[in-house]
């Protein structure tokens, strides 16, 4: 009997085992969907080969399913410019000599504008992946617009052409200066490098990011040169003008931008294939064959 019992234990060990098994049926899906995952990894691995032995750049600059990143490459940084925050950074010692910080100003205002905007950064660092690109970058367009047309409003109200300004709006236009390099800080600050990085299929990656790059060089240059020309000439007006710049980004990443966060760089194509503007920017084939991958 003790010789009959064991085996019968063993067996009934190997069939509580067996039980506890993922069956075929119940391991089948998550085998193909590592398979798929394999295929998709392999197929854009020989795609990108192809495009860099084939002239990255060249294909990113002409092929038509490249459209979408090739704008985004070129808006993104160049939008980043024209925020306004170069004029604020100018206009803040004037501010802060009105209300009596004497000739140091200038030492203090860029200071004040670099504290700022590198603390506001870390909230950006730590909601970006959780409220995501878009949310950040309407939020901060938002504060942005209604700080400068605030700002313009007080200046072109209460700014003589002596420069002279009364304590009290001195003080408010500084508060509303900080709240513009925030808004700046946390949302298109670091988010105009981010999303650039997230948007381009590996084929086109270093092709992107050097017309990213190169764009933003080209806007800081022409802002610069034509900064103090637009000064003289509108005064307190650039502010409005800069706060019709920021309504027209904020609408653009409301309407052209999509949504990147958790997107694995396989998928982008399918993002821009699904989205209601860019699937008839690339075309009807291209769409279909990003839509597969």
């Known amino acids: 009997m003790e010789a009959l019992a064991g085996p019968r234990r063993r067996t009934g060990g190997a069939s509580h085992c067996r039980r506890h098994l993922p069956t075929g049926d119940a391991q089948q899906p998550q085998d193909q ?21 084939d002239g990255g750049l060249r294909l990113f600059l002409t092929r038509r399913r490249y459209r979408p990143q090739l704008a985004m490459a070129v808006l993104i ?30 030492l203090l205002s860029t200071i004040l504008l670099v504290i700022i ?7 950006s660092m730590l909601a970006a992946d959780r409220f995501g690109r878009r949310t950040l970058l309407l939020a901060g367009g938002v504060q942005m617009l209604a700080a400068e047309v605030l700002i313009g409003a007080v200046m072109a109200a209460k700014l003589g052409d002596e420069g002279d300004l009364s304590k009290p709006y001195a003080a408010a236009l500084l508060v509303l200066v900080g709240v513009c390099s925030t808004g ?3 949302s298109w600050g670091p988010l105009s490098w981010l999303v650039p990085s997230e948007i381009f299929p590996l084929e086109v990656r270093s092709a992107g990011q050097s017309v990213t790059v190169a764009s933003g060089f080209v806007f800081t240059i022409l802002v610069a040169q034509f900064f103090l020309a637009m000064l003289c000439r509108m005064k307190a007006a650039l502010f409005f003008f800069f706060a019709g710049w920021i309504a027209a980004m904020t609408a653009f990443v409301y309407f052209l931008l999509p949504e990147t966060k958790g997107l694995p760089i396989e998928h ?9 503007f860019w699937r008839r920017v690339i075309g009807v084939d291209e769409a279909q064959a990003s839509e597969k991958l």
């Open 33 to 53: 969907r590592h398979h798929h995952r394999r295929r998709r990894a392999r197929r854009h691995r020989r795609r990108a080969r192809h495009v860099a032995g």
């Open 77 to 106: 940084p160049s939008l980043t410019q024209l925020t306004g925050i170069n004029a604020i950074g100018f206009y803040l010692p004037v501010l802060l000599r009105s209300i009596g910080m004497g000739e140091s100003a200038s």
């Open 117 to 123: 905007s590198s603390a506001s950064t870390f909230v």
């Open 184 to 186: 700046f800080g946390w």
């Open 268 to 276: 982008i194509d399918k993002v821009w294939a699904e989205h209601w």
